[in-house]
């Protein structure tokens, strides 16, 4: 028993030091490890799995829109990169540069992808001709690297994994289409199958991508009250389409070029969940995502009862066999030591098999989120146990949605808007009137940005003036310190 306490008691509290307790939970859980290259991460095979599911469930939603899978090179000409001025400032700070390659300096540096814009619009000029040929809707499951000073696991590294989609397009309304449904796509997404309330809306100037017209994005507050980018949908105009000369011929005999969207999720969503969701004890993980939703742990004390239950154990396993990913745990360590383990690793739902469990053809079912418990004959497995598992998806998203409720600020002052971003944690959402210098000045005194400027506005409009400049509102928008 003290194994077992020692090993929960070492993990520290979320309320005392957050980002000690978020890193605790990323190493004990073996979902990720520090690599030999500075601020890289090895995603070790339970992360993995996480972010297959993630991946899996993500890419059916994209092909339900039309979207198709490609690939594109890693290495990206300096040339490209400087076809396109705002982007290439904005990501010149964190590239990475190939100079030399088999042992001969290179007649043009390339830059390791920091994402795909540009080489991804040199094809499309290549592939589109005419109006026939649109709209081109492309998705990449790639890795890309961003040179980051500060780094944390899943959060923010130099290499990380993500999707990035590019689609092309006849008109400027087309593509604005599109970049909304992308985020709608993300938004379905994070809150269907990753439990994880987000607010959805637009970015500001100072916070839009390098390049874009247009940014919108979903924000989700984590469970220190930072907020967190949990997907971006961008629609870049004709900026892209100018700089790469993706022209084609419409059905009025002109010339004309094309608009151009990109949008993108990586593998901080893995940190987003451990954070919304975790507690005490380690992770809690969403049902749909989770590598296993039931783990299965055989419980007997004299040796003549085990074959027994691992009869019933493997009974089980056939029985539920395609319908629930089920794992058995037949370490040699004691029960209590595999409660612990798989609490802090996430699984869902817990199912205690004991030698009374078997006479009585029954077993025991443990909720991961609230440590409820309930015997179920196995006969009624195949149907309660999906049942369960959906119920313990929907209570986390309303656990984390009344978790967000709670810590949502209003506010007219611009003192109290300053006490509420120093003491408590949390968005802040304000009357505001869009200007970038304001902004930056917020920015600088409070550590605080515009997250998101929310597509739910008032009905008939905002009454009242700015929080910063006292000029007329135009909108709410959404404030807090963020990952």
Same mark, same amino acid.
């Given at each position: 028993?003290?194994?077992?306490?020692?090993?929960?008691?070492?993990?520290?509290?979320?309320?005392?030091?957050?980002?000690?307790?978020?890193?605790?939970i990323v190493r004990k859980a073996e979902l990720a490890d520090y690599a030999p290259v500075r601020g890289c991460?090895?995603?070790?095979?339970?992360?993995?799995?996480?972010?297959?599911?993630?991946?899996?469930?993500?890419?059916?939603?994209?092909?339900e829109t039309g979207v198709v899978n490609a690939y594109f090179p890693l290495l990206i000409p300096r040339s490209?990169?400087?076809?396109?001025?705002?982007?290439?400032? #904005?990501?010149?700070?964190?590239?990475?540069?190939?100079?030399?390659?088999?042992?001969?300096?290179?007649?043009?540096?390339?830059?390791?992808?920091?994402?795909?814009?540009?080489?991804?619009?040199?094809?499309?000029?290549?592939?589109?001709?005419?109006?026939?040929?649109?709209?081109?809707?492309?998705?990449?499951?790639?890795?890309?690297?961003?040179?980051?000073?500060?780094?944390?696991?899943?959060?923010?590294?130099?290499?990380?994994?993500?999707?990035? #989609?590019?689609?092309?397009?006849?008109?400027?309304?087309?593509?604005?289409?599109?970049?909304?449904?992308?985020?709608?796509?993300?938004?379905?997404?994070?809150?269907?199958?990753?439990?994880?309330?987000?607010?959805?809306?637009?970015?500001?100037?100072?916070?839009?991508?390098?390049?874009?017209?247009?940014?919108?994005?979903?924000?989700?507050?984590?469970?220190?009250?930072?907020?967190?980018?949990?997907?971006?949908?961008?629609?870049?105009?004709?900026?892209?389409?100018?700089?790469?000369?993706?022209?084609?011929?419409?059905?009025?005999?002109?010339?004309?070029?094309?608009?151009?969207?990109?949008?993108?999720?990586?593998?901080?969503?893995?940190?987003?969940?451990?954070?919304?969701?975790?507690?005490?004890?380690?992770?809690?993980?969403?049902?749909?995502?989770?590598?296993?939703?039931?783990?299965?742990?055989?419980?007997?004390?004299?040796?003549?009862?085990?074959?027994?239950?691992?009869?019933?154990?493997?009974?089980?396993?056939?029985?539920?066999?395609?319908?629930?990913?089920?794992?058995?745990?037949?370490?040699?360590?004691?029960?209590?030591?595999?409660?612990?383990?798989?609490?802090?690793? #996430?699984?869902?739902?817990?199912?205690?098999?004991?030698?009374?469990?078997?006479?009585?053809?029954?077993?025991?079912?443990?909720?991961?989120?609230?440590?409820?418990?309930?015997?179920?004959?196995?006969?009624?497995?195949?149907?309660?146990?999906?049942?369960?598992?959906?119920?313990?998806?929907?209570?986390?998203?309303?656990?984390?949605?009344?978790?967000?409720?709670?810590?949502?600020?209003?506010?007219?002052?611009?003192?109290?808007?300053?006490?509420?971003?120093?003491?408590?944690?949390?968005?802040?959402?304000?009357?505001?009137?869009?200007?970038?210098?304001?902004?930056?000045?917020?920015?600088?005194?409070?550590?605080?940005?515009?997250?998101?400027?929310?597509?739910?506005?008032?009905?008939?409009?905002?009454?009242?003036?700015?929080?910063?400049?006292?000029?007329?509102?135009?909108?709410?928008?959404?404030?807090?310190?963020?990952?």
């Amino acid at each position: 028993m003290d194994k077992e306490e020692k090993y929960v008691d070492e993990i520290a509290d979320q309320d005392d030091n957050f980002s000690k307790w978020y890193n605790q939970i990323v190493r004990k859980a073996e979902l990720a490890d520090y690599a030999p290259v500075r601020g890289c991460m090895i995603i070790r095979p339970y992360g993995y799995a996480i972010w297959e599911n993630l991946q899996s469930h993500l890419d059916a939603r994209f092909k339900e829109t039309g979207v198709v899978n490609a690939y594109f090179p890693l290495l990206i000409p300096r040339s490209f990169l400087e076809k396109e001025a705002e982007h290439v400032e #904005g990501f010149a700070p964190e590239l990475a540069w190939v100079t030399r390659g088999g042992g001969e300096e290179l007649e043009e540096p390339l830059a390791i992808r920091p994402t795909s814009e540009t080489i991804i619009g040199h094809s499309y000029a290549r592939w589109v001709q005419s109006y026939r040929d649109l709209p081109l809707l492309i998705n990449q499951w790639n890795n890309v690297m961003r040179w980051e000073k500060r780094t944390t696991l899943f959060l923010r590294t130099a290499e990380f994994l993500w999707q990035e #989609g590019h689609t092309a397009h006849r008109t400027m309304e087309e593509a604005e289409e599109r970049t909304r449904m992308m985020l709608e796509v993300y938004r379905a997404f994070v809150e269907e199958d990753a439990a994880m309330p987000v607010i959805a809306g637009r970015k500001t100037e100072n916070e839009k991508f390098a390049g874009a017209v247009r940014t919108y994005s979903i924000e989700a507050l984590m469970g220190d009250g930072k907020a967190l980018q949990a997907g971006t949908s961008h629609n870049l105009g004709q900026n892209f389409a100018k700089g790469f000369d993706i022209q084609f011929l419409d059905a009025d005999g002109q010339r004309k070029y094309c608009s151009t969207t990109s949008w993108g999720m990586s593998t901080r969503m893995i940190g987003g969940i451990i954070m919304v969701h975790g507690d005490s004890s380690g992770l809690i993980l969403p049902p749909r995502l989770a590598p296993y939703q039931t783990v299965v742990v055989p419980i007997w004390r004299k040796e003549a009862d085990k074959s027994t239950v691992l009869a019933q154990v493997e009974r089980i396993e056939k029985l539920l066999k395609r319908k629930v990913r089920l794992k058995v745990d037949l370490s040699e360590n004691t029960p209590g030591w595999k409660f612990n383990e798989w609490e802090m690793r #996430g699984v869902p739902v817990r199912m205690e098999i004991g030698p009374r469990d078997v006479q009585n053809n029954s077993v025991v079912l443990v909720r991961r989120d609230n440590r409820a418990k309930e015997v179920v004959p196995v006969d009624a497995l195949e149907t309660r146990l999906p049942e369960l598992l959906e119920e313990v998806q929907k209570a986390l998203f309303q656990r984390a949605l009344e978790f967000r409720e709670k810590n949502t600020h209003y506010t007219d002052s611009y003192e109290e808007f300053k006490r509420i971003i120093a003491e408590e944690r949390g968005f802040v959402r304000v009357k505001w009137a869009e200007d970038s210098a304001a902004e930056q000045a917020i920015k600088e005194e409070t550590k605080a940005t515009i997250r998101v400027i929310p597509f739910d506005q008032p009905a008939g409009g905002v009454q009242g003036k700015c929080i910063y400049t006292g000029k007329p509102a135009t909108c709410e928008a959404i404030f807090a310190r963020s990952y």
